[in-house]
Structures are given as structure tokens and as C-alpha cells.
């Protein structure tokens, strides 16, 4: 399905960028192709940033396995936004949204499309040096895996995308379509981002998920929490628990156990030790 994922190895990885490389016939002007066109991935991320300053990841195309990563990051820089990231291709294609998404779909919210940033930005929690690209604080709002509806590709090109996220706080559907420029360069990187129509759907109030949960899904805290220094919260990190853990003696003698988190599929597998739930 996608190009990365299908790759089988460094080399065909490669091979696979080289090929569609020699595709791109763009303007050099062009300043929003798109990373697989791109001659050097991430190297506008990677100009932009002063890594021995800045504790933010090194760019560099990630190839991930199975499904790929979706991560929201709400970022007090000179205006408060949300990153809105999507991992394809190795890289995290990237929106700033100044209100941040809603679960309504009569709401539209600008998403102004950035440089791709590397996957490994997808963990990045905390404060960008004052002088820095960027700079202020950063925590990671929500994360999860997204699966495109069609070819992302030819939505990106095409200027819609649609897709399904599975997120800690946003799922189901939403689509990113894109403004027609209509003002020079700066227009033709202004998406809106809408949610589709689907169970997940609430309006008014309740679809406002970023004023109903403002904290980190890592640490808990807030954007403000983290400026004051406040440490990650117990409660959003099981191991940080203040339940003192039972002795070895009253453990079970079938344990210590993992927990089974269940999986999202599409065919009930056929292989392999598997209980069935409904979602
Ligand atoms: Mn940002």
C-alpha cells in the first residue's frame, strides 16, 4: 500500500526514492514539493533547526513497519498552535492548526502545512531554547496510527486527503482539503482540516477536545504545567504508580503477566493464539 512499507530493505527503500525522484519535473520555486520529489528529505527541517542548541530529533527518513504514525503536538511558539502530523514515507508530513481539530464537522479549521518533520519527532516533548527556530514549549496533545482512505499521495497532490485516525482522543475520520491560492505562495500551504461524518462525531461543547483534554497523553501535563517545571503526572504512566506492588510472594504463581492489548484488524486471523473482540 505504501512505498515505505512495502520496501523490504534499505535498498530497495532507496531504489524505490530514486524512482520516483526522477518523476518530479517541478520548479525549483516550488518550495512545498513534496518529500518523495525532494532531492534531500527533511533537509528543509534540518536547515531550519540548530541540533547542538535545541533538544528537538535530528531529520533523517525513518522507515517504520506495519501501521503508520499520527501525532498532534500543541506548541506555544509566538501563537499557540497544534502540529498535526502524519507519517508517510518516511517522514511526518506536518499542519499547524491555530484552534487545533474539532470532533464537529461543521467546524473547518485552518491547517497551515509546514515542513516535513522526522518520525522521531513524534516523541518530542518539552521546550525549545528562546532564539530557536520554534521556540517555546511543546508537549505531545495526542498520538496514534492513521490509515489513508485512497492513494495519500495522490491526495496530497490533489489537495484532499482523507483518512482514518486512531488516536488516545481523536478518532475516526477526517479529511485535510486544500485552500485554492489565491495570494502567492503563502495561500497554497492553507488546508482545512474537518471531521467526516461517523460515530466519533460530537458537536457544540463536547466536540471542543482540546479545551475538554488539554494535557499531554505522555506526562499529563499541560502546555503550562510544563513551562513551570511541574514534573510528569503519576497517573498517566502506570510504572509511576503509588499502589505499592504486591510482595513476590503474594504474586501469582502464573505471573508476573503482560497485558494483552487488543489489535485492530480487517480479517479475523487465521494463525497464531487469537481471541476475538468486537469493536
Ligand atoms: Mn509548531
Avoid at 501525532?71 to 501563537?79: G, N
Avoid at 502540529?83 to 491555530?98: K, M, Q, T
Avoid at 482540516?193 to 483534554?213: A, H, Q
Wanted: hydrophobic share 30%.
Amino acid at each position: 500500500m505504501r512505498i515505505a512499507a512495502a520496501a523490504g530493505d534499505a535498498s530497495t527503500f532507496g531504489q524505490v526514492n530514486t524512482e520516483v525522484r526522477s518523476t518530479f519535473h517541478g520548479s525549483p520555486e516550488d518550495e512545498m514539493k513534496r518529500t518523495w520529489e525532494e532531492e534531500k528529505p527533511l533537509e528543509r527541517y534540518n536547515a531550519m533547526r540548530r541540533f547542538g542548541t535545541t533538544e528537538e530529533p535530528r531529520g533523517e527518513l525513518q522507515r517504520t513497519q506495519g501501521k503508520t504514525s499520527y501525532v498532534i503536538q500543541k506548541h506555544s511558539a509566538t501563537a499557540l498552535h497544534y502540529d498535526f502530523r502524519l507519517e508517510l514515507d518516511g517522514v511526518l508530513v506536518s499542519w499547524a492548526i491555530p484552534k487545533g481539530p474539532s470532533l464537529s464537522p461543521k467546524q473547518r479549521r485552518l491547517a497551515v502545512q509546514t515542513e516535513d518533520h522526522t518520525v522521531d519527532y513524534r516523541d518530542f516533548e518539552g521546550t525549545i531554547p528562546e532564539g530557536e527556530y520554534g521556540s517555546g514549549a511543546v508537549i505531545v496533545w495526542d498520538r496514534g496510527t492513521w490509515e489513508p482512505i485512497g492513494d495519500p499521495r495522490d491526495g496530497l497532490n490533489k489537495g484532499k486527503l482523507e483518512f482514518v485516525v486512531q488516536g488516545e482522543k481523536l478518532q475516526g475520520k477526517f479529511r485535510l482539503v486544500k485552500l485554492a491560492a489565491k495570494d502567492g505562495d503563502r495561500a497554497k500551504k492553507n488546508w482545512l482540516l474537518m471531521k467526516g461524518s461517523d460515530r466519533y462525531v460530537r458537536n457544540g461543547e463536547d466536540g471542543e477536545i482540546v479545551k475538554r483534554l488539554p494535557g499531554s497523553v505522555i506526562t499529563g501535563r499541560t502546555i503550562e504545567e510544563l513551562k513551570s517545571g511541574t514534573p510528569a503526572k503519576v497517573f498517566a504512566r502506570k510504572k509511576a504508580t503509588t499502589t505499592p506492588r504486591p510482595s513476590a510472594s503474594k504474586r501469582s504463581a502464573l505471573g508476573p503477566f503482560e497485558v494483552n492489548l487488543a489489535t485492530l484488524v480487517e480479517e479475523v486471523p487465521t494463525q497464531g493464539d487469537w481471541v476475538n473482540e468486537l469493536k
